[in-house]
């Protein structure tokens, strides 16, 4: 019977894996801490010496790495043995959307969920707590619990004894590009579970580092639905206020003092009502496109076409910028060479999962644009293979990649801002006017750049949410 927690793992080594891990081991000392991956790549990247070869780029992450790598953190591609040496396992596998079968399009794929559930029960040791950190629907504990459960037999588990597994639910509400501070000092930490023994082993992890006050204990349930119910809520502000942005643009308000006077409000609260080319990232399509899934599982019709509709207006936004450069440009993007400032779904992260810019490059290629395309941490190789997921073959040859904003200007016809990167709030105008083809224009999609640093430029400006 498990006494204390000294041994903890980590299945998947990715944005949440890796960085929630190297927390919890730059607080605890005294746990050892490893992250498992299939992917032995990324293992080795997590493993490797240059620093900036991190699979995962997140401000603050390099520095607790380099503290407590080899010390009392680990990246192991061994998963069958690292569970074997686990008091405690965290699952931080991803949980995409299912492409095929039942749910297609809508469903969470728990396909790596279920493989880690079968890995854990065939290694584990006698009593093991197995911790959901992955975003999953709600009742997977329950899944997850089947499966452990049935496959814990004496003559599959590994000690021949069987196990006893405690399923707890602790979701992951970090947001990239600041994940570390986040991790650091959350809003919360959320634990769902019943067995009370287990939840308080994984308390008293968190409780070196977090007042007893922002842990809050839940049903499993609760815990589960809690967690997409916050993305759904983060992204439904999102699509409000770029809803409005558009009706900014026909009656002359400006977006950014609309979001200002509206978030001075406390009942609604200043954080999230930035518009922009609408939101991107991993999860938060995937997300809600699961609370659809189960909405309409349990026959609530109309709460799921509540939901689509917020997933349909940040497809219509990408679509309406696309259009208005296409229309800003005459109508014709033909040979036309527009430079792509920013390639990331946000600032702060070389993460592309859902990037805004992958769509809109799209389009903007297929109306004959020629693009140029730059982002301070996004490589050349990424990029490419991002876009060869979605244009045709013969488009391949219209894509340059730079390392510079100003190589990205030369002979353009126009810059778009897709990313709020601090780079490009701090842009050379003069020296951008100077190689641009006229007239040139500036598609600032995120609302960063200050028309006073234009005004000895003829450059056009065009910003969202702001236009006559
Ligand atoms: P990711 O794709 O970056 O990482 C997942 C990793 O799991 C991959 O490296 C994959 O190789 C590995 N993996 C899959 N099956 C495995 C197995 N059987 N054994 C070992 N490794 C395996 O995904 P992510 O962005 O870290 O997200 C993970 C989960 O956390 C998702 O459910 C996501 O919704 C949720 N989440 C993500 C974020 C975020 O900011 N990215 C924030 C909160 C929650
Ligand atoms: C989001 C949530 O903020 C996290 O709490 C959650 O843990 C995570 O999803 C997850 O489950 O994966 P993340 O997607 O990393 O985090 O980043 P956000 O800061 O939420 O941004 C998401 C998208 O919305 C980005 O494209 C961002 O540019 C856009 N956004 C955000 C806006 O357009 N306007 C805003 O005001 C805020």
């Not at 007042?211 to 204990?217: D, Q, R």
Request: glycine share 6%; charged share 25%; hydrophobic share 35%.
């Amino acid at each position: 019977m498990l006494s204390e927690i000294k041994n903890i793992c980590c299945i998947g080594a990715g944005y949440v894996g890796g960085p929630s891990m190297a927390v919890i081991a730059d607080k605890c000392h005294f746990l050892k801490v490893t992250v498992v991956d299939i992917d032995s790549e990324k293992i080795d990247n997590w493993n490797n010496s240059n620093l900036d070869k991190l699979p995962v780029y997140e401000p603050g992450l390099r520095e607790i790495i380099e503290r407590r790598r080899g010390k009392n953190l680990f990246f192991s591609s061994d998963v069958n043995k690292t569970i074997s040496d686990s008091d405690m396992i965290f699952i931080s596998v991803n949980t995409p959307t299912k492409t095929k079968g039942l749910g297609a399009g809508e469903a969470s794929d728990l396909k790596y969920i279920e493989s880690s559930a079968r890995q854990i029960a065939k290694y584990a040791k006698d009593e093991t707590i197995i911790v959901e950190k992955s975003t999953i629907p709600v009742k997977t504990a329950e899944t997850i619990q089947k499966i452990l459960e049935t496959c814990k037999k004496p003559e599959e588990s590994i000690s021949g004894e069987g196990s006893v597994f405690h399923v707890l639910s602790n979701p992951e509400f970090l947001a990239e590009g600041t994940a570390i501070s986040d991790l650091f000092d959350p809003n919360r930490v959320l634990i769902g579970g019943e067995n009370e023994r287990a939840i308080k082993f994984l308390y008293g992890i968190y409780e070196n580092w977090i007042a007893p006050e922002k842990i809050l204990t839940t049903n499993i349930w609760s815990s589960e639905l809690s967690k997409l119910t916050a993305n759904a809520f983060l992204a439904q502000r999102v699509s409000s206020i770029n809803s409005i942005s558009a009706l900014c643009e026909v009656t002359g308000a400006n977006v950014s003092e609309v979001s200002k006077a509206v978030g001075m409000d406390n009942r609604i609260g200043k954080d999230f009502l930035k518009a922009g080319p609408g939101f991107g990232g991993s999860c938060f399509k995937k997300d809600i496109l699961n609370l659809i899934y189960i909405s309409k599982f349990y026959g609530l019709f109309e709460v799921a076409s509540y939901w689509e509709s917020i997933l349909e207006i940040n497809k219509w936004q990408q679509e309406r910028i696309s259009k208005i450069i296409v229309t800003k440009l005459f109508g014709n993007l033909s040979e036309k060479k527009i430079g792509i400032l920013g390639f990331a779904f946000k600032a702060n992260t070389n993460d592309t999962r859902e990037s805004p810019a992958l769509y809109i490059c799209k389009d903007l290629i297929e109306e004959g644009a020629k693009l140029s395309i730059y982002d301070p941490k996004v490589n050349d190789e990424k990029i490419r293979l991002d876009l060869q997921k979605v244009i045709t073959n013969k488009n391949h040859k219209k894509i340059t990649t730079s390392n510079c904003v100003y190589e990205v200007s030369n002979n353009s016809d126009a810059l778009v801002i897709l990313t709020d990167w601090d780079e490009f709030k701090n842009i050379d105008w003069d020296k951008v006017n100077k190689t641009m083809r006229s007239p040139a224009w500036i598609f600032d999609c995120r609302n960063i750049l200050s028309k006073n640093n234009m005004t000895k430029t003829n450059l056009n400006l065009w910003q969202l949410g702001n236009n006559l």
